[in-house]
């Protein structure tokens, strides 16, 4: 049989039409490479659940292009009767009672749930290596020194790996769009609240974002269509006039306004990436876009991170405080509800958790709110208000997605107090404080391993992100790659 492990979502809906080969077919090459999967991106394998699925579809719509897509679900998405851990020893053994709405979605497009994947533990850090099976690999490097990030990283894994051509992420900070540099994909994170939270285990849910991630431009259109709209289940949930993103893929108007950001751009100290995006730039322009540089507050720019980190800490404290080992969790013996509490915390965290709960419970302290919480709110609109005086007069934001290519699991050479890391590397965070829509996309390789660029839009400005994004994937000519093709 011919191999489909490595077409994307839309070249797999074209073989099913013209009856090339079945779902079941599919899903068994699948499922076989799943099993041999070195990076450790698996958390659940979901056989019985895909082959009864993939069984059941016989004939495929011309509309329908989920229609026995094989997708790999981050772990911290609610699946009904299959277990949901968020790669966390808390909630081994859980077991939800109904769908996230994005799964339920995509389950009643049809498309095929072959696995739960791995991630940063209940979605926190961006690293892939504190989950509770251990460290999820690049698979771009073979001999599994380099990282590929997270939080999403089971599912940037399992896609750049050639094995799926569609997979389901959040991200609060980065946890989709930097992993998805790491590891030449495209990663998508839409505006906040356009697609529906219900199901996802909340980290900050003033930041979480579902998304995704695909092999192509024209992919994250489908997918965008597919799970976008308003849903009664989720109280901050947009409601918009649903868009065909993908009919109007190819809308490019060169009459598009682009900025950078000159303290982000001079942080970035990697020169062949620096040289790729500067080419890149000098392409665009000649499609007739304007391009220029803007510039902001370095000052404020360094201070992405620890605002980040107080809001996140203190909304994750709030939001897993039902993870007592009572309502949630492996229950211990204990004389009391703060014994028993105390018990199951302490076995069923690790310590990166850990010390982000003790950190956001000092934080939400009274006698220290206004100090640390409401501060790092004022400078958090502080920072919107900026970045929306750009979009006064610009369309897009790009930047380099990161500031170098997936480090090793050893690199501790970035100064944390430098701008190579302050900004260079937390700069995507941007995209969360002010719920813009947001992609990543390859822009190239260096020593075998990829980078990507990352273009930001207004919000609900979705549409042209993607239209402007996928002009970009055709000056590059970096759409639908994986591990597989790129060593071919």
Request: neutral net charge; charged residues 20%.
């Amino acid at each position: 049989m011919k191999k489909y492990l490595e077409y994307n979502i839309y070249q797999l809906h074209q073989a099913y039409l013209n009856k090339e080969v079945t779902p079941l077919e599919v899903t068994k090459e699948v499922l076989a490479a799943l099993k041999n999967d070195q990076n450790n991106a698996i958390e659940y394998l979901m056989e019985k659940e895909a082959l009864k699925k993939a069984a059941e579809l016989v004939d495929c719509p011309p509309d329908n292009y989920f229609w026995g897509i094989p997708f790999a679900i981050k772990d911290n998405f609610s699946t009904k009767d299959v277990p949901t851990t968020g790669s966390s020893n808390i909630l081994n053994g859980y077991i939800p009672l109904y769908n996230a709405t994005v799964v339920q979605k995509l389950y009643d497009l049809d498309a095929i749930p072959v696995c739960k994947a791995t991630l940063d533990e209940l979605a926190m850090g961006g690293t892939g290596t504190s989950g509770h099976l251990g460290p999820t690999f690049n698979p771009y490097d073979p001999t599994h020194q380099h990282l590929i990030g997270g939080s999403s990283s089971g599912s940037a894994a399992l896609v750049s790996s050639g094995i799926i051509p569609f997979s389901l992420g959040s991200d609060t900070g980065d946890s989709i769009r930097k992993p998805a540099s790491y590891s030449g994909l495209v990663g998508y994170k839409p505006t906040w609240s356009l697609i529906s939270r219900f199901g996802l285990f909340p980290f900050a849910p003033s930041l979480d974002t579902v998304g995704f991630f695909t092999r192509s431009v024209f992919d994250a259109s489908l997918a965008l269509e597919a799970l976008a709209g308003h849903d009664y289940n989720d109280a901050t949930s947009a409601i918009k006039e649903h868009v065909f993103y993908s009919k109007n893929i190819n809308n490019f108007k060169n009459d598009y306004r682009l900025a950078t950001i000159k303290e982000i751009d001079e942080a970035i100290t990697d020169q062949d990436i620096l040289k790729s995006y500067k080419d890149l730039l000098n392409k665009i322009k000649k499609l007739g876009v304007v391009v220029e540089e803007v510039s902001l507050s370095k000052k404020l720019l360094e201070t992405l991170f620890p605002t980040y980190f107080v809001i996140s800490c203190a909304e994750a404290t709030s939001n897993n405080a039902n993870l007592d080992g009572i309502k949630f969790g492996p229950y211990y013996d204990g004389k009391t509800y703060q014994e028993v509490m105390m018990n199951a915390r302490t076995k069923g965290f690790s310590e990166l958790i850990k010390r982000r709960f003790v950190f956001g419970s000092f934080a939400l302290m009274k006698e220290n709110q206004n100090d640390l919480f409401i501060r790092a709110k004022r400078n958090r609109q502080r920072i919107i208000s900026e970045i929306n005086k750009i979009f006064l007069q610009y369309d897009f934001i790009l930047s380099p997605a990161a500031g170098g290519v997936a480090p090793t699991f050893n690199n501790n050479q970035l100064d944390k107090l430098s701008d190579e890391y302050l900004i260079a590397e937390n700069h995507l965070v941007i995209g969360n404080f002010a719920g813009l829509p947001s992609i990543t996309l390859p822009l190239g390789f260096k020593d075998h391993l990829p980078f990507g660029v990352n273009l930001s839009g207004k919000p609900f400005n979705d549409q042209d992100v993607l239209i402007m994004a996928k002009k970009i994937e055709e000056l590059t000519g970096l759409e639908n790659i994986s591990i597989k093709r790129y060593q071919k």
